[in-house]
């Protein structure tokens, strides 16, 4: 596997179901986030983890916990969604220090019924 | 907080045409990036900016950070039918840190054969 990974591609739930986003990146970068992006907003960010401390937080609702175990992965733990929660879910990394750019994976289709 | 205006909404324009759009913002951004995302997947970077005034050439796209770093321009030169898709701004306030991007709403370019 190569550059950022995402599973599962597509995730239909119900609003009491728990479920979890996985991300995964290989271009040993010490830094990862998650966005939302739903139809006609623009990418809204949630969390950031530098090396493997949360460091931001958005005001995300509690219904969405994130978990960073090390610098290579990251979850989006999903508890008692909203049908309003339905989007595309991204994750991308950066390295913290060398410009910081960030590589995207191909986001987890998300649909809350 | 902070928004970005990109401008245009949405492109039409015949193969092989010059293709220009911009963002513009209240607050000053020290890095500004430009992504492309292809229905299904998650932004691809194009071009990253790093001092304003700078001016950063890939293959046919060139990309300026203006010199206020309030704005910048994404020009696509000599349109092909694989530069459809959807352009997206982004600035991050603190260069080389673990900061999220906030992103432009995105410019949708459709190539007219």
């Known amino acids: 596997e190569t550059g950022v990974t995402q599973t599962p591609r597509h995730l239909v739930m119900g609003m009491t179901n728990k479920k979890s986003l996985k991300c995964e990146q290989h271009l040993g970068h010490n830094a990862m986030y998650w966005y939302k992006q739903s139809a006609k907003k623009p990418l809204e960010l949630m969390f950031v983890?530098?090396?493997?401390?949360?460091?931001e937080n958005n005001s995300v609702p509690s219904r969405f916990s994130p978990e960073c175990p090390n610098s290579s992965h990251l979850f989006l733990h999903l508890h008692t969604l909203q049908p309003e929660d339905s989007a595309l879910y991204l994750c991308a990394s950066s390295q913290v220090g060398q410009g910081n750019e960030q590589f995207f994976g191909p986001g987890t289709r998300l649909t809350v019924l | 907080g902070q928004q970005l205006n990109q401008s245009p909404q949405s492109m039409f324009i015949q193969e092989g045409e010059d293709v220009s759009m911009n963002c513009t913002s209240s607050s000053i951004f020290n890095t500004w990036l430009w992504y492309k995302q292809d229905p299904g997947e998650g932004p691809v970077l194009l071009i990253a900016?790093?001092?304003?005034?700078e001016l950063t050439s890939n293959g046919r796209l060139t990309a300026q950070f203006g010199i206020t770093r309030k704005d910048s321009f994404l020009n696509i030169s000599a349109s092909i039918p694989s530069d459809v898709g959807i352009y997206f701004c982004?600035?991050?306030?603190?260069?080389?840190?673990?900061?999220?991007?906030?992103f432009g709403k995105g410019t949708h370019l459709i190539i007219q054969p």
């Open positions: 982004a600035g991050q306030r603190i260069g080389g840190g673990a900061d999220g991007l906030t």
């Open positions: 900016l790093y001092k304003a005034g």
């Open positions: 983890y530098s090396l493997e401390e949360r460091v």
